[in-house]
């Protein structure tokens, strides 16, 4: 079983930082890919940002320049830092990952996700 866990969430307001986490845990053999994506109220979930196993990214057009994905192979954890914050920022962020659990058996684990509140 793979547990994914996002913690760094909060309020902060227009013009601040924050960084996301996210921990991927369990048995787990590989992970190909993880994604930080976020759903704002009455809006469909969106990719922000995702990053490969071998480290390329990939970014939504409304976060290039202000946010940046990496990851930390050793424990497992992607991070998701925050620039430039804007009210339209505000979302519930989820992160997800993908890879096996063993050779031929893949996952895909959405954490619960973390709440970011931008104030104008």
């Known amino acids: 079983q793979v547990q994914v866990v996002e913690s760094g969430g909060g309020l902060v307001q227009a013009g601040g930082s924050l960084t996301l986490s996210c921990v991927i845990s369990g048995t787990i053999f590989s992970i190909n890919g993880v994604g930080w994506y976020r759903q704002a109220p009455g809006k469909q979930r969106e990719l922000v940002a995702a990053?490969?196993?071998?480290?390329?990214?990939t970014y939504t057009d409304s976060v290039k320049g202000r946010f940046t994905i990496s990851q930390d192979n050793a424990s497992n954890t992607v991070y998701l830092q925050m620039h430039s914050l804007k009210p339209e920022d505000t979302a519930d962020y989820y992160c997800?990952?993908?890879?096996?659990?063993?050779?031929?058996?893949?996952?895909?684990?959405w954490g619960q996700g973390t709440q970011v509140t931008v104030s104008s």
């Open positions: 990053i490969s196993s071998g480290g390329r990214t």
């Open positions: 997800n990952g993908r890879g096996q659990v063993r050779e031929g058996v893949g996952f895909g684990s």
